[in-house]
């Protein structure tokens, strides 16, 4: 009987475990930005009677929730049906909901990879198959496969963010100490973002110190961890950068009680950016906390890919093989008035172009 | 209405068991075996593929096939340990481990950017990759034999903690899910190890043609010869007498430290090997490729397969036609467009019926849960 009733919460315990990491990480395959603003962007193409799959690895941030609405809600407009798959995470998982989607005989993939190097290998199923695939915001490690990839130019991008703060950092009259949250680097975007970082550390010597990395694998858990460690070890940090806003909370956690999250102007003030240019990071530049951010053009983005992609499936294209870039922006306490009606994450709403 | 009163197999000593009690006794016999097994997937199929579109078709056959290799030999490796009334919920970890270092050996250039502050870069690895990155199929064959052994010490690991202290299977294959986990993360960073010889990749994508994938030759030469192993050796023997009970099989002569410590260096071994194909397929070695619900899959399709989680029982068929079943409701609830939570709400529920039928299996085959 013990063992019987070993046996029962250990199988209750599996279950738990599957319904919180199906709960838990990145939320259900509908995902929204829980705005309630349309986020649609217009398609150009009529994709009645179409089916497109749309894979993503899952919604774990508001700028990845508020692209997952998007792509949906506007394929859905233009008449296509929508197979959403989401992989939480398992580019294992990624690839055999890909390979489902081919043998339903679907016209169009679009798929936001966990990473670039499984990005290669979906693209090359797609490829394989003679449907055209839509890559968005991350692009494949490799070019070794033919597919529209809407990417923001994040090293550009995090390189005009970082120049604000270096600017700000200037007028201290001393060298600053500099911290980097980086993502994970097998993800184009994070290396890109830490390459623009640098780019304007590297330009300033005279300005900063050698900068402390800290490690997030694009997890908020482990960069809270691994903040507090760097920060107990380093606690005279005078600029901080993330390289995604949707770390801000955990920055907060970790600098409020050292009395470090602080409005600009006020001392012990910590200079900050990061970039995404989602709603929490705009509110924070209007409420002083945050310096700048830089920003991806979400609907930019989706627009552009999902225009080349209905025009792809329309034209009976298998294969186009298309950068789409992003130039981006940094929003900045010193242009916020001017920018923020074109920042995604200040209106939610397509900003009008 | 029918009322039963006697015990369903109807006879007492001494006299002839009726027919009807007999075809019952058959059909609770063929309920507790694999058979029960095989035609649940036959009737699932049935019943779902009206619904599923394209999965009564060779493509699908295909990527089901393409699915079922790497599980199967994760959970035949398992079946070994399950036998012996432990589990090994290290076996993703493991994965992880290996197929990372592997692919670190085999790598043709590594981005100096990204790996530079490594743990191995400037001495094993450079720019120009990993010391098995020029040396073709040699190396291949060099760097998987280095994986499967470092899998089978890791896995010996485990047993040894097991057998060596009496400590709980459960507490000691959490702790180094956890440990291994953690090293393989450590090894790059986190860092995906891509570039890898066209050779090592064969493994996973390349084949005979159409199902006839090197991977299935893999998966079946491992099933047969773990099937000769359990069915056919002492040691097989000892495994299903240690399972059924630890004190007799020792008093029996069965040499259980012994066994035990092989059972999870099996487990450990056939792991490496699934976890090879996994990451061959994907085309890199990958830190988190074991991820959270590989070791449900694991467990669920075991359990499935009618391996006992209570040890004693359990066979190299039903661990196949276990995963055939986990592979084939992935499959189908990804045909069937359902949302996420609910693929993952159905997976739950088949676990809690495993389990469920575990225990009705033991009692239909006389056991005391």
């Not at chain 2, 006839?212 to 056919?232: D, G, K, R």
Request: glycine share 12%.
């Amino acid at each position: 009987m013990a063992k019987y009733n070993s046996l029962m919460i250990g199988a209750t315990a599996l279950v738990l475990i599957t319904a919180l990491t199906a709960c838990g990480s990145t939320g259900g395959s509908t995902s929204g930005s829980g705005s309630g603003e349309d986020t649609t962007v217009d398609v150009q193409s009529d994709l009645t009677g179409k089916t497109i799959c749309f894979g993503f690895s899952g919604s774990e941030t508001e700028f990845w929730a508020a692209g997952i609405e998007s792509i949906t809600t506007s394929l859905e407009k233009a008449g296509a049906k929508v197979i959403e798959q989401n992989s939480n995470e398992d580019p294992n998982r990624q690839l055999e909901q890909v390979r489902d989607c081919i043998t339903q005989g679907v016209d169009g993939i679009v798929i936001i990879p966990q990473d670039g190097a499984s990005a290669v290998t979906i693209v090359g199923e797609a490829n394989a198959a003679n449907i055209p695939i839509g890559v968005f915001n991350r692009p494949p490690a490799d070019e070794s496969g033919k597919a529209l990839v809407a990417v923001a130019d994040n090293r550009d991008v995090s390189k005009q963010t970082n120049e604000y703060l270096a600017e700000v950092a200037g007028k201290l009259g001393r060298k600053v100490q500099p911290l980097i949250m980086v993502g994970d680097l097998s993800d184009q975007n994070a290396l890109a973002r830490r390459d623009g970082f640098y780019d304007v550390i590297n330009a300033n010597p005279d300005l900063f110190e050698k900068p402390i990395e800290v490690q997030t694998n694009w997890d908020a858990a482990t960069g809270q961890a691994n903040l507090e460690a760097a920060v107990q070890a380093n606690p005279n940090i005078d600029v901080l950068f993330t390289s995604s806003d949707f770390l801000f909370p955990q920055i907060q956690a970790v600098l409020e009680p050292l009395g470090k999250w602080q409005p600009v102007g006020v001392e012990g003030h910590v200079i900050m950016g990061g970039l995404d240019g989602d709603s929490r990071a705009c509110g924070l530049i209007k409420d002083g906390y945050v310096d700048a951010t830089g920003v991806q053009d979400l609907f930019f983005e989706a627009e552009s890919l999902l225009k080349a992609l209905g025009a792809a499936i329309a034209a009976g294209e298998t294969a186009p093989d298309q950068t789409l870039i992003d130039p981006g922006f940094a929003l900045t306490q010193a242009n916020l008035s001017e920018r923020e009606k074109d920042t995604w994450g200040c209106v939610i709403a397509p900003p009008s172009k | 209405m029918t009322t039963v009163t006697a015990p369903p197999n109807g006879a007492t000593k001494g006299e002839k068991p009726s027919r009807s009690a007999a075809r019952v006794n058959m059909l609770r016999r063929f309920m507790a075996g694999e058979g029960f097994v095989a035609v649940l997937i036959v009737v699932y199929i049935v019943a779902v593929s009206p619904f599923a579109s394209g999965m009564i078709s060779e493509r699908n056959a295909i990527n089901v096939l393409s699915n079922l290799w790497p599980l199967a030999i994760i959970v035949v490796g398992q079946t070994f340990v399950l036998v012996l009334g432990g589990i090994d919920l290290s076996q993703a970890a493991l994965i992880n481990i290996t197929n990372t270092f592997g692919a670190l050996l085999l790598a043709k250039a590594l981005n100096a950017n990204t790996f530079t502050s490594t743990i191995f870069w400037g001495t094993m690895l450079g720019a120009d990759g990993g010391p098995f990155a020029t040396t073709g199929g040699g190396g291949v064959i060099l760097a998987i034999l280095i994986m499967v052994t470092i899998g089978a010490l890791l896995g010996s690991l485990n047993g040894f903690a097991v057998a060596k202290f009496g400590m709980p299977p459960f507490m000691v294959t959490l702790g180094t899910l956890l440990l291994f986990n953690a090293i393989s993360v450590w090894m790059t960073h986190s860092e995906n190890v891509a570039a890898l010889p066209p050779e090592y990749l064969q493994i996973g994508q390349g084949g005979f043609g159409g199902p006839f994938t090197y991977a299935m030759v893999i998966a079946l030469v491992l099933a047969i010869a773990a099937h000769f192993v359990l069915s056919s050796t002492p040691f097989g023997r000892w495994l299903y007498a240690s399972g059924i009970n630890k004190k007799t099989a020792i008093i029996s002569g069965v040499p259980y430290k012994r066994v035990l410590i092989s059972a999870y260096t099996i487990s450990a071994v056939f792991a490496t090997i699934g976890g090879i194909l996994y990451s061959t397929r994907l085309g890199a070695g990958r830190p988190t490729l074991g991820g959270d619900t590989l070791l449900l899959d694991v467990i669920g399709a075991a359990v499935i397969g009618g391996i006992s989680l209570f040890g004693g029982k359990g066979s190299v068929l039903g661990a196949f036609l276990g995963a055939i079943f986990f592979v084939v409701l992935s499959n189908s609830l990804n045909l069937l467009n359902l949302p996420f939570t609910i693929v993952f709400i159905v997976k739950g529920l088949v676990i809690i019926a495993a389990a469920l039928l575990d225990v009705a299996r033991r009692r239909v085959l006389g056991g005391t849960p």
